[in-house]
């Protein structure tokens, strides 16, 4: 018996979701549907999976997932929050719930939309537990 644990991705998106700040108009694990409006109007929270290799081999047999997450945030062109504080509240909610921040990158204006966005990285080993 294989006892189930959630994706990664679905332990982020739950945690922030949980705790959603009122400057996210939009929260996606995965990816962003096409019926959203992606114009720069709304601020857009997008989780996806960066890595997930098993780990903590004994006696060849794995005991770990080690997770890396990415957090990308596509800020709306009228946000009245400073884009700093509002990446550094996630991280630290995060960093709160287990998470390690592994990387954070520079903000980009986007090309096309004309809106700043931030992107980082979160880690985490999680155990798996194996039954019979």
């Excluded at 006892?3 to 929260?27: F, H, R």
């Excluded at 098993?54 to 884009?83: H, P």
């Amino acid at each position: 018996m294989v006892i189930l644990i959630k994706l990664p991705v679905t332990q982020v998106y739950e945690i922030i979701k949980a705790n959603k700040p009122a400057w996210i108009d939009g929260l996606y694990p995965e990816n962003i549907p096409n019926i959203v409006d992606k114009s720069g109007s709304k601020t857009l929270v997008l989780i996806t999976s960066v890595s997930e290799p098993l780990s903590g081999y004994k006696n060849d047999t794995f005991s770990e997932v080690s997770a890396s997450i990415q957090v990308q945030i596509f800020f709306s062109k009228t946000i009245a929050i400073n884009v700093l504080d509002a990446q550094l509240e996630l991280m630290n909610l995060l960093d709160d719930n287990g998470w390690i921040i592994a990387t954070r990158y520079p903000n980009v204006v986007d090309p096309d939309t004309e809106q700043v966005t931030a992107t980082f990285s979160v880690f985490k080993k999680i155990k798996i537990k194996r039954g019979n």
